[in-house]
């Protein structure tokens, strides 16, 4: 099947792309599922735990080894994360949705009610999370309204079994093979 291509062509004969509109691009965007992710730290600064919810995370290199995640420049949260020595990249289960909700509000305490232990790299590692992923940042890019977060990955493992949270056409749901 061929899809129609629509050529604008401006006055001195150069092709021109038309401008994407925000939301058909976020609509568009949607039809990829995508899993779910919490980053997560102990600030430095106060000892406490703080993370977020991250479902644009994917792994770039096996030598060395390396994941990346992307992050609103907005973010209150990275901030506190990137100031910590280790962070640790929680795979979250199907049945996480309300752990993913709490990590993605903005302020309050993100960590009310939730279970967790610390990693090997002394990050927190959540209950019931599919695989936990230890971590360094290497490198950060801007791009656009976000930047993206290349980390070294130095410890990871299985943690629970289930299936994964996904992300489709804006809702979460869940995926068993």
């Given at each position: 099947?061929?899809?129609?291509?629509s050529r604008r062509v401006g006055p001195d004969g150069a092709r021109r792309?038309?401008?994407?509109?925000?939301?058909?691009?976020?609509?568009?965007?949607?039809?990829?599922?995508?899993?779910?992710?919490?980053?997560?730290?102990?600030?430095?600064?106060?000892?406490?735990?703080?993370?977020?919810?991250?479902?644009?995370?994917?792994?770039?290199?096996?030598?060395?080894?390396?994941?990346?995640?992307?992050?609103?420049?907005?973010?209150?949260?990275?901030?506190?994360?990137?100031?910590?020595?280790?962070?640790?990249?929680?795979?979250?289960?199907d049945h996480q949705r309300q752990v993913c909700d709490q990590l993605a509000?903005?302020?309050?305490?993100?960590?009310?009610?939730?279970?967790?232990?610390?990693?090997?790299?002394?990050?927190?590692?959540?209950?019931?999370?599919?695989?936990?992923?230890?971590?360094?940042?290497?490198?950060?890019?801007?791009?656009?309204?976000h930047v993206i977060v290349v980390t070294r990955v130095t410890g990871l493992?299985?943690?629970?079994?289930?299936?994964?949270?996904?992300?489709?056409?804006?809702?979460?749901?869940?995926?068993?093979?």
């Amino acid at each position: 099947m061929s899809i129609p291509v629509s050529r604008r062509v401006g006055p001195d004969g150069a092709r021109r792309i038309p401008a994407v509109n925000p939301q058909h691009f976020r609509n568009i965007l949607g039809r990829y599922a995508t899993g779910v992710v919490a980053v997560t730290a102990i600030d430095p600064e106060t000892g406490e735990p703080c993370g977020l919810a991250v479902n644009s995370f994917t792994s770039v290199s096996l030598d060395p080894p390396l994941v990346s995640f992307c992050v609103s420049r907005d973010s209150t949260s990275w901030p506190r994360l990137r100031a910590a020595t280790a962070l640790c990249v929680n795979v979250l289960a199907d049945h996480q949705r309300q752990v993913c909700d709490q990590l993605a509000a903005k302020g309050g305490d993100k960590f009310g009610g939730l279970s967790w232990a610390l990693s090997p790299g002394g990050a927190p590692v959540l209950d019931g999370a599919l695989a936990w992923i230890d971590c360094t940042v290497d490198a950060e890019h801007p791009a656009g309204d976000h930047v993206i977060v290349v980390t070294r990955v130095t410890g990871l493992d299985r943690h629970d079994d289930g299936g994964p949270l996904v992300f489709f056409r804006g809702a979460y749901g869940g995926f068993r093979a």
